[in-house]
């Protein structure tokens, strides 16, 4: 049973499964989005994270952690530089996963994991200010109650004004 097992093994050993997520993430980072299966997407999120946060302290300490986890100079050079850059204001969620649809050969669940800061399709645009955020209104079904009222109102006036002039 696997009572209390939170960790996606992958059907792999402990070491194997390191190393393939250690080559997703250092793709992941130098190339923005990746296309991949969903549960490998999944499992990947959730060991990259707590690294990208670590990215946002730019210091020896903070570089020498995440390089201990890659271990590759140019993708933690770039997660440092580049990606550090534009996450430096979000409080978490660095990554999306979308569902691409079934892989013919094996009817796998592929899934594009990607940085959310580098979509330029559903994030704002450069330069552009975020749009204010829109304002519900609660009182909005009251106000319609009122104006079909108002409109009843005018509908039997209408049919007499008709009435009125069929009779003559």
């Given amino acids: 049973m696997r ?8 059907s792999r050993t402990a070491s194997h499964r390191k190393a393939l997520l250690t080559n997703l993430a250092i793709e992941l980072i130098q190339h923005k989005r990746i296309v991949t299966t969903l549960t490998k997407a999944k499992a990947l999120r959730t060991w990259i994270e ?15 952690i995440v390089f201990s986890y890659l271990q590759n100079k140019e993708a933690v050079t770039e997660l440092f530089s580049t990606v550090a850059e534009k996450i430096a204001s979000r409080p978490g969620g660095y990554t999306r996963i979308l569902k691409l649809g079934i892989r013919t ?19 704002k645009g450069k330069g552009e200010a975020a ?26 006036a ?11």
Avoid: C, Q
Wanted: charged fraction near 40%.
């Fill in 105 to 123: 050969g094996d009817n796998a669940e592929k899934a594009m994991i990607e940085l959310v800061d580098f979509n330029e399709i559903y994030g």
């Fill in 131 to 156: 749009a204010p955020a829109k304002k519900t209104r609660r009182a909005g079904s009251a106000k319609k109650k009122v104006e079909a009222k108002a409109d009843e109102a005018v509908a039997p």
């Fill in 158 to 168: 209408a049919e007499e004004t008709k009435e009125e002039k069929s009779a003559e």
């Fill in 3 to 10: 009572h209390g097992d939170k960790i996606k093994n992958l």
């Fill in 50 to 64: 707590p690294i990208i946060t670590k990215s946002k302290d730019n210091s020896t300490h903070s570089r020498r």
